[in-house]
């Protein structure tokens, strides 16, 4: 069974296959399925993980279990601890955390107990020494993390900045341009941190397929292209 036409129903209790209900079992919550077909869900004992045939995969159960990326699943224990787990349920690593993101480019996100956010790899190893006040997923080999200034910047696979340059706030990189704040308002910049024009906004979305949505401080939306020029007053 093919782990992806298998959907969750509206009230998030059952899956359903060709909209059949599956396993012939209702859960007080479920998420849907990811690779390697293993799916979250939450019955009278806790939150656990299942497969395609309806079994769970290990005898824990968590306070809250999620989805499986890279094949790492992010779970919570009864004494509020997070961490990662394996296909097969084992603990991937020693450390406990505060919170954990899911694994995005191989690295992912967590939070420890003195509210220092860094980045890890599938191995549980801190990837940089470095701690942050925030530190978002990897997209296109960079992520966006806030210092103790409150200023943001992109940092590559290994920590290092990617063009030493601050900014209010950050997005991702998407085709290969960032959103990015400053004290005038949102824009556009390439990876050396250069702006893509002058104009700035209240809100801006990523480009897709070479425009974007914006809107001004006016409420005054917009599709602008990647030299910002204004295309359509929506």
Not at 13 to 42: I, Q, R
Not at 102 to 120: A, P
Not at 155 to 171: C, E, P, Q, V
Request: charge should be positive; charged fraction near 30%.
């Amino acid at each position: 069974m093919n782990c992806k036409q298998i959907k969750i129903s509206n009230d998030r209790t059952h899956f359903l296959y060709e909209n059949k209900m599956l396993f012939d079992k209702k859960f007080k919550e479920a998420l849907k399925f990811y690779e390697p077909g293993l799916a979250p869900v939450c019955d009278e004992t806790g939150w656990y993980h299942i497969n395609t045939d309806g079994k769970a995969i290990y005898n824990e159960r968590y306070e809250r279990a999620f989805g499986y990326y890279f094949n790492r699943a992010t779970v919570i224990d009864d004494e509020n601890n997070w961490f990662h787990i394996t296909p097969k349920g084992k603990k991937v690593y020693y450390e406990n955390y505060a919170w954990c993101g899911n694994f995005q480019e191989t690295l992912c996100t967590v939070r420890d107990f003195k509210g220092n956010y860094f980045h890890i790899d599938i191995k549980g190893k801190r990837v940089y020494s470095e701690n942050y006040t925030y530190a978002g997923d990897f997209k296109d080999g960079y992520a966006a993390v806030r210092l103790t200034s409150g200023l943001y910047k992109h940092i590559d696979y290994k920590g290092k900045d990617l063009n030493s340059k601050l900014f209010k706030n950050l997005g991702v990189f998407h085709k290969n341009f960032a959103t990015a704040k400053n004290e005038k308002g949102w824009f556009h910049i390439d990876k050396q941190g250069n702006e893509l024009y002058s104009q700035r906004y209240a809100v801006i979305e990523s480009f897709y397929n070479g425009f974007a949505l914006v809107e001004d401080f006016e409420n005054c939306k917009f599709v602008i292209d990647e030299k910002g020029g204004q295309i359509q007053l929506l």
